[in-house]
């Protein structure tokens, strides 16, 4: 098992940043690859970004390439995702995920643990 609980979310101005934190308790948090996914009401959840278990390998949606960075700390257990120039569009809540698997996915149902999501609101 492995628990995950997200935090750094809230309300901010368009333009503006926020760093997103995910902390990992249980089994050996560096041997799962973590991904941050988004969902607003009455949509899916969309893949956001994507990081392997050593942290060389990354992957991002179109839709925020060059603004958000996803990073992670294993010595802390923590993964991270850093959103620099946010829109509107990017208010969701939004939710890390681990997954054993090797490769790269932006499939939901290949990721086994999730947490509770954090709120991020973007005021135009």
């Known amino acids: 098992q492995v628990q995950l609980v997200e935090s750094g979310g809230g309300l901010v101005q368009a333009g503006g940043s926020l760093r997103l934190s995910c902390a990992a308790s249980g089994r050996t948090f560096s041997s799962y690859s973590m991904a941050w996914f988004r969902q607003c009401p009455g949509k899916e959840r969309e893949f956001v970004a994507y990081i392997n278990w050593v942290g060389d390998i990354t992957d991002y949606a179109d839709s925020v390439k060059g603004r958000f960075a996803i990073s992670r700390d294993n010595a802390k257990n923590t993964a991270y995702l850093q959103m620099n120039s946010l829109k509107a569009e990017d208010t969701a809540v939004y939710y890390c995920?681990?997954?054993?698997?090797?490769?790269?996915?932006?499939?939901?149902?290949?990721?086994?643990?999730w947490g509770q999501g954090t709120q991020v609101t973007v005021s135009s």
């Open positions: 995920a681990a997954s054993p698997r090797a490769w790269i996915t932006k499939k939901p149902f290949e990721y086994d643990y």
